[in-house]
């Protein structure tokens, strides 16, 4: 598996203003080469970037992840990064990536982290048997990225280091996985604050719709 940091630079809206960590915070990136891959969280229907991020935030734990519908597997995926008028989230909630597909990690305002619920991490196992971990450390700059490969068939979860009790939390589906076989998909850890544990419900509740497991989900 492949981690990697690399800088992007802004072709348009960013001028000169390369500015880091949480002065970075006031708006939104396009980039002409990421227009394909983000434009269902930039420009689709239920979430612009303008008026979407507000909704997402008036319904961060409930609404917000719940308009996304999680398309079929892809090579790659992107995932942006955002600290918004008090907010901190990733955007999509949910990714969806063919096994070793790439996801990239935009860091588009604000100082954030994607880190995997994972022994080595010192966290609770919420990624796949034999999965390996990733963690991109604080991200402090704004259009820096973070990539990781994923070779394991399964769910993943992730969260912000520094955002995790705000409910800052993601997840990867690799490739066609039995739902009712993933960790990730168990009850979420009883040692985790009621916002982390609502958060993975939400999570999870999107990860079964996607994998068609909706009518299972009371079982669980």
């Not at 992840?65 to 892809?74: L, N, R």
């Not at 990690?105 to 390996?132: C, F, I, K, M, R």
């Not at 990730?184 to 994998?211: F, H, Q």
Request: glycine share 12%; aromatic share 4%; net charge negative.
């Amino acid at each position: 598996m492949t981690d990697s940091i690399t800088r992007r630079r802004m072709l348009q809206l960013t001028g000169g203003a390369a500015v880091v960590g949480l002065a970075g915070c006031t708006g939104t990136q396009n980039n002409d080469s990421e227009a394909a891959n983000a434009s269902p969280t930039e420009s689709g229907n239920d979430e612009g970037t303008e008026s979407g991020h507000s909704d997402e935030e008036s319904g961060h734990d409930d609404e917000g992840g719940h308009d996304e519908a999680v398309g079929a597997p892809s090579d790659t995926a992107e995932v942006n990064m955002i600290t918004e008028d008090g907010g901190y989230h990733f955007e999509p909630h949910v990714v969806r990536v063919n096994v070793g597909g790439t996801v990239t990690w935009n860091n588009e305002s604000g100082s954030h982290s994607t880190t995997a619920y994972h022994s080595d991490n010192d966290q609770p196992q919420l990624v796949p048997d034999g999965a390996a971990a990733w963690d991109s450390g604080i991200v402090s700059e704004q259009g820096a990225t973070f990539e990781h490969t994923l070779e394991t068939e399964g769910v993943y979860h992730y969260y912000c280091t520094p955002h995790e009790s705000l409910g800052m939390l993601g997840s990867v589906i690799v490739g066609e996985p039995d739902p009712h076989e993933q960790v990730a998909l168990e009850e979420p850890p009883a040692d985790k604050p009621e916002s982390v544990r609502e958060k993975l419900e939400e999570l999870n509740g999107m990860i079964r719709t996607a994998l068609g497991d909706d009518h299972e989900e009371d079982s669980h």
